[in-house]
């Protein structure tokens, strides 16, 4: 019998104490954000060159999956003396069902309709329609599978806008979706970055399973060089950190697009983004199930 533990603990302690538990028997353990969906989360994305440097949050919360031989609580009494810290006890547990999780999984992720020509398809599906713009993506260790509003947003406005010829930035690619989706769509030039190297393994990947020239770049790889459209799926924190970053890459006449924004946080994203340049002119897009998608243009001079 498998079993999921949660375990709340401080950003000092979450790693190490994930690395101990693994060496003693854990099948696997995920660091989480306790605080995520609140006003305190804190969304780990640095800006290009100064990623952050530990992977977990002040108040993590660990998942921690074993199976039933598992001694967790004599396992924890004594990490609280390997790392002389105070008693750490389980916040939760739950029995995991033993199921053929790659068909589950598979099951989840059917055909996704983004418009009459656009399609994400997972690779153990056909097609819908052969005759459309179809991306080949299954869900994987990186954001961004087109279920999701803020791709689904992001996907919709690339669609709608014309992009043949122009170069486009996907920054914060995950998946590479969107970046995929743009060269499909027409883009002459497209590149994406990400901080997480595993995400830009994912979305080299998956362009060339979609036969598409894209680039991938963690962020102090990424060329010196400006875009016609530059496109950011994060959160809202992250994105007011990148704003001169993600503003400095925009040609004048180019256009910038951000979601993963909840409708409450739109006005001050914009009055962020607009701040930092005079020309810059950004609006709400369109709104999904809360989430909103920002653009704007650099008005030429």
């Known amino acids: 019998m498998l079993l999921e533990y949660s375990l ?6 979450a790693e190490p104490l994930s690395d101990y538990l693994l060496n003693n028997g854990a099948f696997s353990v995920s660091i989480e954000d306790a605080d995520a969906d609140s006003e305190n989360e804190n969304p780990l994305f640095g800006e ?16 921690i999956l074993a199976d039933d031989s598992f001694q967790i609580n004599s396992l924890l009494e004594n990490a609280t003396k390997v790392f002389k810290t105070e008693t750490l006890e389980i916040s939760g547990k739950k029995e995991v069902p033993d199921n053929d999780w790659v ?9 996704t309709k983004v418009s009459d020509r656009l399609w994400i398809v997972p690779s153990w599906h056909q097609a819908p329609d052969a005759n459309a713009i179809n991306i080949r993506l299954d869900p994987g260790v990186a954001f961004g ?3 999701h509003p803020t791709t689904r947003l992001c996907l919709e406005w690339l669609d ?20 995929i989706a743009a060269r499909k769509l027409g883009a002459s030039f497209v590149a994406g970055v990400d901080i997480d190297p595993q995400a830009i393994e994912a979305a080299d990947y998956n362009a060339k399973e979609n036969a598409v020239d894209a680039r991938f770049y963690l962020p102090g790889k990424l060329e010196d060089r400006l875009y016609d459209v530059v496109v950011a799926n994060i959160l809202s924190n992250p994105l007011r950190v990148l704003a001169p970053a993600l503003v400095g890459r925009v040609k004048q006449g180019g256009s910038l697009v951000l979601s993963g924004i909840l409708e409450r946080q739109a ?7 607009q701040s930092q340049c005079s020309s810059l002119r950004m609006d709400v897009w369109k709104v999904m199930e809360g989430w909103v998608c920002l653009s704007g243009k650099k008005q030429e001079d």
């Open 48 to 63: 290009p060159g100064l990623e952050p440097k530990e992977f977990a949050w002040n108040r993590s919360c660990l998942k």
């Open 8 to 13: 709340l603990c401080g950003k000092e302690l």
């Open 267 to 273: 006005d001050e994203l914009i009055e962020v983004y």
């Open 103 to 111: 068909r589950i999984t598979q099951a989840q992720f059917s055909p």
């Open 160 to 179: 709608q806008h014309g992009l043949t010829g122009k170069s486009v930035l996907d920054y914060g690619c995950g998946s590479g979706i969107l970046a």
């Open 145 to 147: 599978t087109g279920t």
